[in-house]
């Protein structure tokens, strides 16, 4: 069975829709493995997102995910990644599909609602950086 990170990013945790966000993955076939509500410091923010550290936006990224609380979730079931993705949306809301995620719960790119991992591989590197295998179940 595969699996794949989700963050609910600080945008929609402020705006109460942490629930709403988790059905949608459990109506979509996606096991909610593990589940944390925690604030990520600035180096937490700028390890996990390493990859775009040469983006213009990095900083403004940075800022946003430790603005607040977010919670962060192992999803699991078959194809969960892509899954996931399809659920998300666009990373543009404005360009999100309608029923999406981001089309139903996020404002702008900066403040887009959620993060899923973009493949199988770096799934299993986002779900050790917050969860140990104990976690999951
Ligand atoms: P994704 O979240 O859909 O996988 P990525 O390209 O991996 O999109 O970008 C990571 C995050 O960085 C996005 O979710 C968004 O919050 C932010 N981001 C991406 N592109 C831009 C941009 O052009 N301007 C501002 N923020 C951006
Ligand atoms: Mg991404």
Sequence with gaps: MERTLS????????K???????????????????????ELSRKDAEAFYAIHSERPFFNDLVDFMTSGPVVVSVL???????????LMG????????????RADFAENIDANAVHGSD?????AIEISFFFADRDIS
């Excluded at 963050?7 to 402020?14: M, R, S, T």
């Excluded at 942490?18 to 076939?29: A, C, T, V, W, Y």
């Excluded at 666009?90 to 995620?101: D, L, M, R, V, W």
Aim: hydrophobic share 40%.
């Design 7 to 14: 963050i609910i990013k600080p945008d929609a945790v402020a």
């Design 16 to 38: 109460g829709v942490i629930g709403k966000i988790l059905d949608r993955f459990e109506s979509n076939g996606l096991r909610i493995a593990a589940t944390r509500k925690l």
């Design 76 to 86: 699991e079931g078959e194809e969960a990644m892509q899954k996931n993705r399809d």
């Design 90 to 101: 666009a990373t543009n809301p404005q360009e999100a599909a309608a029923g999406t995620i």
């Design 119 to 123: 493949s199988v591989e770096n799934a």
